[in-house]
């Protein structure tokens, strides 16, 4: 069994920062690309950030310059620091993991999602 756990979120004033943690769990053979997805109320999920294996990084448009996401391959986790946030930055964040189990069958995961405010 495999499980992705988010942690990080809360309530932050524009220009707080947060750091938002994905942790991946289970009985897990090797982890692939892992990306950070958002949703807002009556908003379409849209993607953040993407790492992949090898470190490659891309982000949204949206959040270039302010998000870096980053992983650590031998505790299974990748963290997503959040700084200069705006109120429009609010949303529901998930960590999404394509990766392969230690039966060598390959899946994408996501986690329960962690909430981010941002309001004065």
């Known amino acids: 069994q495999v499980q992705l756990v988010e942690s990080g979120g809360g309530l932050v004033q524009p220009g707080g920062s947060l750091r938002l943690s994905c942790a991946a769990s289970?009985?897990?053979?090797?982890?692939?690309?892992v990306a950070w997805y958002r949703q807002a109320p009556g908003k379409q999920r849209e993607l953040v950030a993407g790492i992949t294996t090898g470190g490659s990084t891309n982000y949204a448009d949206s959040v270039k310059g302010r998000f870096t996401i980053s992983r650590d391959n031998a505790k299974n986790t990748v963290s997503l620091q959040m700084n200069t946030l705006k109120p429009e930055d609010t949303a529901v964040y998930y960590c999404?993991?394509?990766?392969?189990?230690?039966?060598?069958?390959?899946?994408?995961?996501r986690g329960q999602g962690t909430q981010v405010t941002v309001s004065s």
């Open positions: 999404n993991a394509d990766l392969i189990d230690i039966k060598l069958r390959r899946g994408d995961y």
């Open positions: 289970g009985s897990i053979f090797r982890i692939n690309a």
